[in-house]
T-cell receptor
Framework: DGGITQSPKYLFRKEGQNVTLSCEQN?????MYWYRQDPGQGLRLIYY???????QKGDIAEGYSVSREKKESFPLTVTSAQKNPTAFYLC??????????FGDGTRLSIL | RKEVEQDPGPFNVPEGATVAFNCTYS??????FFWYRQDCRKEPKLLMS???SGNEDGRFTAQLNRASQYISLLIRDSKLSDSATYLC???????????FGTGTRLLVSP
């Protein structure tokens, strides 16, 4: 079955450490997205990519980095510059303007 | 006006009740709108898309009022399993960027 796979489901970061969240899709979607959700808040866009080897900053890109070397993969790195990384991270994909399909998320916490 | 605004609720209703949520948006150029359902600690899942005046799918009806810039979601004959947070989503003009509302929480009780 086609879908979006995020890993790991839970992740703990030590202070000063960079961590990478994985997102893989086999839906053959061109566009991929990373969102962050904090308790009681809506989803906020971190980065998005409409084609391979191209990506754009979203609303809250500071302290994050991404790459898009393959159509299927869009990993997100949470760098040590992100001082408040504790959140629920959601990856999504879509074809053009079609609604986005989500992975089941990664919960990141600070040790 | 915020880009997307929803009443956070919670809306507490008994089983079988009809409940409606409203969502206002600021971008008058938006052409498509979406309702997502999000269960506690889970990912959002698409519930309905709205491209014209409205859409109906079983017990769920979404209506669009372009003049007043709001969309509504009506749930008839509420089930316990309808308990969730409902997110209103409006695309920005230009790129494939969606703006998510903070959600309206629904609690259906026996």
């Amino acid at each position: 079955d086609g879908g979006i796979t995020q890993s790991p489901k839970y992740l703990f970061r030590k202070e000063g450490q960079n961590v990478t969240l994985s997102c893989e899709q086999n839906l053959n979607h061109d566009a991929m997205y990373w969102y962050r959700q904090d308790p009681g808040q809506g989803l906020r866009l971190i980065y998005y990519s409409q084609i391979v080897n191209d990506f754009q900053k979203g609303d809250i890109a500071e302290g994050y980095s991404v790459s898009r070397e393959k159509k299927e993969s869009f990993p997100l790195t949470v760098t040590s510059a992100q001082k408040n990384p504790t959140a629920f991270y959601l990856c999504a994909s879509s074809i053009g303007a079609a609604p986005q399909h989500f992975g089941d998320g990664t919960r990141l916490s600070i040790l | 006006r915020k880009e997307v605004e929803q009443d956070p609720g919670p809306f507490n209703v008994p089983e079988g009740a009809t409940v409606a949520f409203n969502c206002t948006y600021s971008n008058s150029a938006s052409q498509s709108f979406f309702w997502y359902r999000q269960d506690c600690r889970k990912e959002p899942k698409l519930l309905m898309s709205v491209y014209s005046s409205g859409n109906e799918d079983g017990r769920f009806t979404a209506q669009l009022n372009r003049a007043s810039q709001y969309i509504s979601l009506l749930i008839r004959d509420s089930k316990l399993s309808d308990s969730a947070t409902y997110l209103c989503v409006v695309p920005n003009t230009g790129f494939q960027k969606l703006v998510f509302g903070t959600g309206t929480r629904l609690l259906v009780s026996p």
